[in-house]
Nanobody
Framework: QVQLVESGGGLVQPGGSLRLTCVAS????????MAWYCQAPGKQRELVAD???????TITDSVKGRFTISRDSDKNTVYLQMNSLKPEDTAVYYC???????????????WGQGTQVTVSS
């Protein structure tokens, strides 16, 4: 059973940094796009950044210049480096990946359980 497990969230002061990590595991044949989404209280889940299998990143305008997405395909891992954090970045951050599982005919989207990021003084 494919799983995505996030880590690295927490409480940080404005202007601080966090690095989120998401590891995909178990019965994986291939991983295509990997992404990070966030969902603030009372709001819809929205895309923060994604990265293609070849490593091409796309960053949402609201975090461009502050957040960086990267991946280590050998480790089935995607990272989100978050710098210059603002209170409005407070949200639950979810990992998402388009994965072909072993023995399955095609890819499907998988989600992690989410990790809370709180930016507050």
């Amino acid at each position: 059973q494919v799983q995505l497990v996030e880590s690295g969230g927490g409480l940080v002061q404005p202007g601080g940094s966090l690095r989120l990590t998401c590891v995909a595991s178990d019965r994986i044949f291939n991983i295509y796009t990997m992404a990070w989404y966030c969902q603030a209280p009372g709001k819809q889940r929205e895309l923060v950044a994604d990265i293609s299998r070849s490593g091409r990143p796309t960053i949402t305008d609201s975090v461009k210049g502050r957040f960086t997405i990267s991946r280590d395909s050998d480790k089935n891992t995607v990272y989100l480096q978050m710098n210059s954090l603002k209170p409005e970045d407070t949200a639950v951050y979810y990992c998402n990946a388009d994965i072909v599982g072993v023995g399955t005919p095609g890819s499907r989207a998988y989600w992690g359980q989410g990790t809370q990021v709180t930016v507050s003084s």
